[in-house]
């Protein structure tokens, strides 16, 4: 039995699926956008302050630990976590909801067993020489709770109970926000931060432990199948593949290799830029993690053409976003490192535009993953992140000892192209086709460009603060005229658009969208599900 194929019981209402439309993944992906976004802002504001009063080696210190910890919470709980949600939505969507109760206990024992192996990891390293010890040992606490809290915040993303899994993550990430800050500013250093972390951490895991709980109570108790058992461990192990492939593209794997190859400091140049891509690249997670239960739910219904239709539309309204962002990072953002993290991360500067190109890959690898993932079409998924992954760690290996983190930012863009535009169509096939209207992405792409290089050469001719103002400025009125002219925008998006949003999107979407024509679809073809 796989997650693919659990059937309802005969006479259930289709409650769930019927529940599971496009206005409520767009009200997921937005809590989802709130309870992701948020965090990062917290976390870019705080790279003003880290970069200011640690410094370059201090602030490249704290980022190898904080990473480290994120690898181990990755590697301990690997494929778990996915295969909860996902099972959780599509026990849901076909009307056995009592046996996600019970799988929710069973993958929390698990799950719990690993915290302590995180724990006994941090603090060995700190024990053996690693500095400074009692930061090493005190972030293993906080990886110890984050490694526990994967299990209940997976069974909400399953029910889709957004809304609570965001308020935690947005009130304890800004009670660590503003107890970091104050810490900074009376001197504390990297053991400080450490322990702040555990307040995040910690936070995060008493909220949704309480709502997992609460709403696992409300189903009915039901035995789990020693068949369904099995499938999970294996939906799972072959996760896992996808989970590290992840990690390795898209979460700082780099640092790791700048540790052992260069400097803290080269760790902190490629930190802070990274840290605002990652940032403008959480608006694609946060709708994928929306997307990836929403799929599992109508997977569980067979309701193959609202998955397909929403698909579609996610990639291209995600990719048309990301190409603007893009273009104006690329633009603006090495002024902007220099002016706000100052002159001694100006090497940051070209980091951030390396890593910038990413941004329009991010929706083909997110969505698709979610979507491949919510489905259980796992082996194509696995053998091109595997190739990702392995392209990731080579290139890491030939340029990271030559170049520093410019040759981090290399590597790591390099991989993400590998890894996502294969993915897509891989998705594509799945669906037997996708709309992806190349017409209108196309004039998207124009639009971006003709804004980026507005931006950019204003400030060629007024450099520094006044510079970076103008040049904002510029970029927004280029993107009004661009996207008046071109037509960046298909008329049925934003209608979609102005349906979830009750007639309330306006301004310069509703100027530019009055004018769009729906572009000429692209089919991938492939095998009907």
């Not at 307040?199 to 709980?213: D, I, K, N």
């Not at 902007?336 to 090497?347: C, D, N, S, T």
Request: with cysteine; aromatic share 6%.
């Amino acid at each position: 039995m796989s997650s693919t194929n659990i059937p309802a019981p005969e006479g259930s209402p289709p409650g769930p699926a019927a529940q599971t439309t496009g206005a409520s993944v767009a009200r997921g992906g937005l809590w989802q956008i709130v309870g992701t976004v948020v965090p990062q802002l917290y976390g870019l504001t705080l790279s003003v302050f880290l970069a200011h009063y640690l410094g370059p080696d201090a602030l490249g210190r704290l980022a190898l630990i904080q990473v480290v910890a994120f690898t181990l919470i990755t590697s301990l709980t690997l494929g778990l976590p996915t295969a909860l949600v996902n099972f959780t939505g599509v026990l849901n969507g076909s009307g056995r909801a009592g046996e996600a109760r019970t799988l929710l206990r069973w993958t929390s024992r698990l799950i719990v067993l690993t915290a302590s192996v995180a724990l006994a990891v941090m603090a060995g390293l700190g024990v053996l020489g690693a500095s400074p010890k009692a930061a090493w040992i005190l972030e293993g606490i906080g990886a110890a709770a984050g490694v526990v809290a994967t299990a209940p915040a997976s069974f909400l993303r399953g029910l889709q109970r957004w809304r609570v899994l965001q308020v935690a993550a947005v009130a304890s990430g800004g009670v660590a926000f503003a107890l970091k800050v104050v810490a900074l500013l009376f001197g504390g250093g990297v053991t400080a931060i450490c322990a702040i972390d555990i307040v995040a951490f910690g936070g995060t895991l008493a909220v949704t432990a309480f709502f997992a709980g609460r709403a696992a109570r409300a189903l009915p108790a039901a035995p789990l199948d020693v068949h369904l058992r099995r499938s999970v461990l294996r939906f799972a192990g072959i996760s896992s593949i996808s989970v590290f492939v992840s990690f390795v593209v898209y979460h700082r794997t780099e640092v790791l290799f700048l540790g052992h190859y260069s400097s803290d400091a080269q760790i902190a140049i490629y930190w802070l830029p990274f840290t605002v891509v990652s940032g403008l690249m959480a608006l694609t997670w946060a709708l994928g993690a929306a997307f990836g239960p929403a799929v599992a739910t109508l997977w569980g219904a067979q309701q193959i053409d609202r998955i397909r239709a929403g698909f579609s539309r996610s990639v291209r309204l995600a990719l048309l976003a990301n190409l603007l962002l893009a273009s104006a990072l690329t633009a603006l953002g090495p002024i902007a490192v220099e002016l706000v993290w100052g002159r001694k991360f100006a090497g940051a500067g070209p980091v951030l535009v390396i890593l910038a190109v990413t941004l329009p890959f991010a929706p083909l690898m997110t969505l698709s993953l979610q979507l491949l993932n919510g489905i259980g079409r796992l082996w194509g998924l696995s053998m091109v992140g595997v190739v990702a992954a392995l392209s990731n760690i080579g290139l890491d290996l030939v340029l990271i000892p030559r170049y520093d983190a410019v040759g981090a930012a290399l590597a790591n863009s390099l991989a993400q192209i590998v890894g996502s535009v294969p993915l897509i169509v891989l998705a594509g096939r799945a669906l037997g086709g996708l709309t992806l209207e190349m017409g209108v992405l196309g004039r998207a792409v124009a639009a971006a460009v003709a804004s980026g290089l507005a931006a950019a050469l204003v400030l060629n001719q007024l450099p520094g603060a006044a510079g970076l103002v103008a040049g904002a400025l510029a970029f927004v009125v280029a993107l009004a005229v661009s996207g008046v002219l071109l037509r960046p925008i298909s008329v049925d998006d934003f209608q979609w658009l102005e349906s979830i949003s009750g007639g309330r999107v306006g301004g310069l979407l509703v100027a530019t969208c009055r004018y769009a024509s729906a572009g000429q679809p692209l089919p991938l073809r492939g095998k009907s599900p």
